[in-house]
């Protein structure tokens, strides 16, 4: 089954809707700027009790890997997702599977850019011997081609596949340029520096300086997204996608991307705050079922 992340979560009883459903991960933005910003010391109340089978994710933007390292200790993180400019190699010593999200900025004129690029600035610390200790060890625990053992401890494994057809929300439209030049170039990054790729990839929607959870769709349906979508699967880093999705058109996306799995935050509110009914929706529908 696809596996299924609810972001943006604030508080234990949306954690409870989303876990006693299905959710494979809950995800807790730790960024001040947001208007789902949790603190430590929140999140750090709900994460604890959380079931082994059901990962806490912590989402930063542009934070140093200190501060993230603290977070991740003081909230029992199983995973980061970096939202931002960060190098992965720079976060390798948290010893954390590291979630990168690339997000496609969406213009009124239809194109699409990378606001996250942070293939133009790398690291020289790669020969630093500690650092790809590190990375070794990451890739051993957490090998791209084989996603279903990221588990907590006595965990099930996860596995993905793909829901049945539905509708599709309307998408902003591409034109015929390679408006993946940037993104492709960061997946050629990573390809070259085995020791220092994410272990997953993360497809989010940014309009202006907002990076995520906008609530728009990509355009999954066209030709060129599609093959972009195909060589991040080539180089073994699972995809997760985000973007616009809500229940009426996951199983859509789904059946078009065939990804290892979906982040969805806005597409379960209503009025801004996380709704029951449509978090319930949203999991059924992703994996696969009919409600």
């Known amino acids: 089954m696809t596996w299924v992340k609810i972001c943006g979560i604030k508080s234990y009883q949306e954690a409870l809707w989303a876990i006693e ?13 947001s208007k789902r910003y949790i603190s430590p010391e ?21 934070e140093k890997p200190e501060q993230v390292a603290a977070i991740a200790q ?13 190098k992965i190699e720079d976060y390798m010593k948290i010893s954390l599977p590291i979630i990168k999200a690339l997000s496609l900025s969406l213009e009124p004129s239809g194109n699409i850019s990378l606001t996250n690029d ?24 957490l090998s791209a081609k084989s996603p279903s053992i990221l588990t907590r401890a006595h965990g099930q494994p996860l596995t993905s596949s793909v829901p049945h057809k ?8 591409m034109d015929s340029t ?16 085995p020791t220092h790729r994410p272990w997953g990839i993360l497809l989010d929607a ?4 907002a990076v995520g959870g906008t609530g728009k769709t990509l355009p999954w349906h066209k030709e060129e997204f599609q093959k972009f979508i195909q060589e991040i699967k080539s180089i073994y880093i699972p995809l997760i996608l985000a973007g616009g999705l809500s229940p009426e058109n996951v199983q859509r996306a789904i ?37």
């Open 206 to 209: 940014a309009i202006g300086k």
């Open 21 to 33: 459903v299905g959710a494979d991960a809950l995800g807790f933005v730790f960024v001040p700027t």
């Open 74 to 86: 003081k909230c029992s993180l199983d995973i980061i997702q970096l939202h931002g400019q960060e």
């Open 178 to 193: 390679d408006l993946f030049a940037p993104a492709r170039k960061l997946l050629a990054h990573y390809q070259s520096s």
């Open 166 to 173: 539905t509708s599709l929300d309307t998408p902003y439209e």
């Open 118 to 141: 942070e293939s133009n600035d790398e690291s020289n610390d790669e020969s630093n011997d500690e650092s790809k200790n590190q990375s070794n060890i990451q890739r051993n625990k």
């Open 255 to 291: 059946h078009l991307t065939d990804p290892f799995g979906v982040d969805v935050s806005t597409g379960v509110e209503e009025q801004g705050r996380k709704s029951q009914r449509k978090i319930e929706e949203f999991i059924a529908k992703a994996k696969g079922h009919f409600i």
């Open 42 to 62: 929140e999140a750090a109340q709900i994460t604890y009790p959380l079931p082994p089978t059901v990962k806490a994710v912590g989402v930063f933007l542009n």
